[in-house]
Nanobody
Framework: VQLQASGGGSVQPGGSLRLSCVAS????????MGWYRQAPGNEREWVAR???????TYADSVKGRFTISRDVAKNTVYLQMNSLKSEDTAVYYC????????WGKGTQVTVSS
């Protein structure tokens, strides 16, 4: 099972990015998928998760700005990030849980003027 995240980059404050995470080797249909992030010097923190039933939850720091979604047919989870702030700068990791938690390699998001 592999998770491949992409879509990171550099953006100015107030900008938007959309992260994608494609799962291969196994389907995560019906399973939890989500996003975490880790800023330099900080521990990895949870950002958003989406249950197999489609319920989305968000960390307070991103609520109202980020949206998690999935395309079941493509085995892909997305993170739409709007109104980005400098404090959103971090490496973003996707995860999927099938009884075991699988992690993708991170994608760097930098928010700076």
């Amino acid at each position: 099972v592999q998770l491949q995240a992409s879509g990171g980059g550099s953006v100015q404050p107030g900008g938007s990015l959309r992260l994608s995470c494609v799962a291969s080797g196994s389907s995560f249909r019906g399973n939890v998928m989500g996003w975490y992030r880790q800023a330099p010097g900080n521990e990895r923190e949870w950002v958003a998760r989406l249950t197999g039933g489609g319920t989305a939850t968000y960390a307070d720091s991103v609520k109202g700005r980020f949206t998690i979604s999935r395309d079941v047919a493509k085995n892909t989870v997305y993170l739409q990030m709007n109104s980005l702030k400098s404090e959103d700068t971090a490496v973003y990791y996707c995860m999927g849980n099938r009884g075991i938690t699988y992690w993708g390699k991170g994608t760097q998001v930098t928010v700076s003027s």
